[in-house]
């Protein structure tokens, strides 16, 4: 037996007989063998028990006055007693009527027959309470063995199903190779076919080009017959002049080809009607959508249109989660998803303060979007990568509200997106949102709204085409557009790009490649906050200077909280102008301006103590 610990086998054995131990160790047979002759034992001596007398009687009679001997009761049972109780009543006085039955024994007195009767019983109950005993303690472990016993049937039937599993697997596997293998011949045969055939168009080709030169040549000689070498060289210099003429302001070689090129400023009413680009003009006032699969071409044409925008005048605000300066130079630039949901929530505050004013100016919509127009505040949002916004952009948190009681927007994307599909084309917020897809699903997983989306949206599918050698997506220059409320879609040619527009200032050529400029004062404060954060304001400051606006507003804020020391990381997200956030840079410049004022003193990275509250 398997004990669980020691007292547990010590309780055990103490509570078990040698004699079982004994029993415990036998085989089976000998253990129904020792069960059989404690049966017989007990059976015999049951028997044995059951038949005779255990001790001796002395039957009597009643003499009756007629002198008459009665030896029964009423009920026909003989007078009978033990010779002991006989002789206690002949003790204490004995009738002289009762006399001895003369008719049992010798002179009435009947032996036992059977006088170690109560040996027999014994036994007997020893026989049996025995083999009740040894039954016991076999059906225990019977009960012990029958547990292995399926526990062993289940490893059977399990090592059968995963010898069958196995089976199964490897002629699975056999079959999954096969078809690999085929598949493998066909891609082979398939692209040992393809080179054969692009080794044909390629030598038919080469054929005709050689045609070509040697026809070239042959019509070169014939026009330079009786020509001498430096007459040849003059006419060839000439022919060349002829073919690529010098390039012109912002003409490039492609230019030449493409009469787009040509058209510059906002000069979009010089574009002929005919002009296959010219759809491009209809994404500039309208409210866009561009999707497309993977190498479409979505960024590339996405900055032409944005070339278009800034030079009809719009300012251009991108947000780009990814984007660096480096390729948005001459536009706003917001990057990351935190910078981007303040953005947002500026947006739908500046949108709703807009129809407010226009809703008090008393102007008609004419003449309001005119005035915006005049005053400078035609704004086009570029949203990149809008399939991923709904997974990472939070709803921000007011700076009236506790942190522990602020719970997020779900549908913070969606409405904002709403917003800006469906209200910005009136108040010249217009935006440009760049998907994957036009689902729903994708956009802001703003369900339910496809016929919205249908009367608001200017959308644009970009077609990918895939190489048939490298199997890789590429932009194939086509597409379609379907214009708001219109169901049709119409086929468009992209214009042809030899490279991604990176500068969108209209007084630096396309090709500049030169990194964003710092001025010497940003150089200067950069240098204070990375290295020379440890000195005091006394050091550098002779004299208090005066704060510049923002960083007056930031000393006001921070004096009005009644903060003796000021850490950047702790207040920025609740400082704010005109629903404007400010990044940690920006926020360390005003600090700067406010210790070089001698109103506080640098105690740390991002942290003031003021002198004076």
Known sequence: MNYLSEKHKTLSESQQSGLMKWFGQLPMDKKAVAIGLSLTVGISSAAMAWKGESSDRIYFCVRTPQRKLVCQDKDNRPFRMTPFYWEQWQLEGMPRQVVRDPAMGVNGLVKATNPYKPFWGFGGFLGFALAGWMLRHCQDEEKQRAVFEDIAQKRDAAKAEMAARSELLESYRDVAIAEVQLQADLDLIANDRTVDIQKAEIYAHTEIEVTQMEATDALFEAQTAGMTEQQKADYIKQLREMKTPYL??????QGTIDPSDKVTGADFGAIAPGEKYRWINNTIGYPTLIFGGMGAGKSWTTREIIWKKVQAGWNIVALDPHGTQVEWRGVRLITGYKEIALFMQWYMDEMRQRYEDYRKSGLTEEQWTERLRNSGKMLSVICEEFTTWTDNIVEPM?????????????????????????ESRKQLMIPLFVAHDRTMEILAKAKGLSKLR????????????????????????KGAIKLPGHGQWIDIELPKLDRKRIDFRLDKPVTSNEPPTIDKATLERIYELEFNL??????????????SQMAQKL???????????????EFKSNFKVNSERF??????????EIVGAG???????????FNQI
């Open 534 to 547: 440890a000195n005091k304001a006394g050091d550098t400051q002779d004299e208090p200077k005066k704060l």
């Open 599 to 609: 109103l506080a003193d640098w105690i740390g990275e991002g942290v003031i103590r």
């Open 398 to 422: 007011p700076d009236d509200c506790e942190d522990e009681k602020w719970k997020p927007d779900p549908d913070f994307v969606g409405k904002w997106f709403r917003c800006a599909m469906t």
């Open 555 to 569: 000393y006001e804020y921070l004096t009005r909280t009644e903060r003796i020391e000021a850490d950047v990381r």
């Open 583 to 592: 990044s940690v840079e920006q926020i360390k410049g005003w600090m700067y």
């Open 248 to 253: 012109q302001g912002s003409q490039t070689l």
């Open 454 to 477: 249908d009367a608001a949206l200017l959308e644009v599918e970009l077609i990918a085409t895939i190489d048939p050698i490298t199997t890789e997506a590429k932009a194939s220059g």
